[in-house]
């Protein structure tokens, strides 16, 4: 029975209309002067702090943590700024789902498994006041590859249920490949989403628990009995 519920943010609960990507772009303008240090750089499904060590390496910017500070500095005051700017919504089912849960008798515990940042997690959430459910989580700053994020996601789930969680209680829920693969990391389930960015077929292959086209096809019921 599954005990514990992990999210993915972006193509998952939300979509922002590319705020943060615009937010990765305008941070290398103004702070760092390397406007094409995001050229050609897949974003979806990766830890943020992945993404900006490959745009420092595109941009010739050093990869050092003084760098990586002024980045996440001036990163989340343009992703707080361009999402009031930009047109993003809940992805499809989200909020009823989350409704569901707060009135269930046994909920399961609620945490993210992302890899943003908490302070990016926690400004795009909070946008679409999505954020105070989450009891929990793992983020882009916790490490810098997402299928250890996974372990530290379980972890941390053990340590406010106090037990030792396994793999099998975790359902990941997602809407990459990458998010199936860090299920798999950890021996746990996952659930994908077809609402960001990777198609059905892509998600098809790599054989997540269940598929759905998005979170109106499922109960909590049916979530908590993978
Ligand atoms: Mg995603």
């Known amino acids: 029975m599954i005990r514990v519920l992990l999210f993915d943010i972006d193509g998952t609960l939300i979509r922002t209309g590319g705020a943060g990507v615009k937010a990765f772009e305008k941070t290398f303008e103004t702070e760092f002067n390397a406007p094409d240090a995001t050229w050609k ?11 900006v060590r490959e745009c420092f390496c595109n941009g010739r910017i050093e990869p050092v943590a003084r760098n990586f500070q002024r980045f996440f500095d001036t990163y989340v005051f343009w992703l707080h700024y361009l999402l009031a700017e930009t047109a993003g919504n809940a992805c499809p089912g ?13 909920p399961p515990l609620i945490g993210l498994l992302t890899g943003n940042i908490r302070l990016g997690a926690e400004i795009k959430l909070r946008h ?13 700053d916790d490490h810098e590859d ?11 789930s053990g340590l406010m249920l106090d037990r ?5 209680e975790v359902l990941v829920i997602g809407d990459t490949p990458m998010d199936v693969r860090c299920a798999e990391a950890i021996g746990a389930k996952s659930l994908a989403v077809c ?20 979170l109106t096809e499922v109960t909590v019921e049916e979530l908590c009995g993978l």
């Open 41 to 51: 750089v897949k974003f979806a499904g990766r830890t943020d702090t992945s993404l």
């Open 94 to 106: 989200v909020h009823e789902l989350f409704g569901d849960l707060r009135q269930s008798d046994n």
């Open 128 to 140: 679409f006041d999505l954020w105070g459910i989450f009891e929990m989580g793992a983020f882009g």
């Open 146 to 156: 997402r299928n250890r994020l996974a372990d530290i996601a379980r972890e941390r």
């Open 164 to 168: 030792k969680v396994p793999g099998d």
């Open 195 to 214: 609402t960001g960015g990777a198609t059905r077929g892509e998600l098809e292959r790599c054989r997540p628990t269940l598929l759905v086209n998005d």
